[in-house]
């Protein structure tokens, strides 16, 4: 079993910021690539940035230049830097993690429970 838990979300004001992570824990051989997305009420969830082991990124273009996703590969752990949020940041946010559990098994997709952000003057 993989356990991916978060942790930083909550309130935040219009060009503030928060600093979301995620720590995956458990049954883990490999991890590929992880990242972040984010359900708004009555929206589909949606892509906000990933980070691949190599270290490369992509982010959702409503987030380019002002969301910053790293990681800590010893401590299997994602973050999600958010600066100058905006009202329509809100949401709740899920880590993902593509993880293989064993030498010979492909990876599979692991979510976090998710963490509501909220940005609101």
């Known amino acids: 079993q993989v356990q991916l838990v978060e942790s930083g979300g909550g309130l935040g004001q219009p060009g503030g910021s928060l600093r979301l992570s995620c720590a995956a824990s458990?049954?883990?051989?490999?991890?590929?690539?992880m990242g972040w997305y984010r359900q708004a009420p009555g929206k589909q969830r949606e892509l906000v940035a990933t980070?691949?082991?190599?270290?490369?990124?992509n982010y959702a273009d409503s987030v380019k230049g002002r969301f910053t996703i790293s990681k800590d590969n010893a401590r299997n752990t994602v973050y999600l830097q958010m600066n100058s949020l905006k009202p329509e940041d809100t949401a709740v946010y899920y880590c993902?993690?593509?993880?293989?559990?064993?030498?010979?098994?492909?990876?599979?997709?692991?979510w976090g429970q998710g963490t509501q952000v909220t940005v609101s003057s």
């Open positions: 993902n993690a593509e993880v293989a559990t064993t030498f010979f098994t492909t990876t599979f997709p692991y």
């Open positions: 458990g049954n883990i051989f490999r991890i590929d690539t």
């Open positions: 980070i691949t082991s190599g270290g490369s990124t």
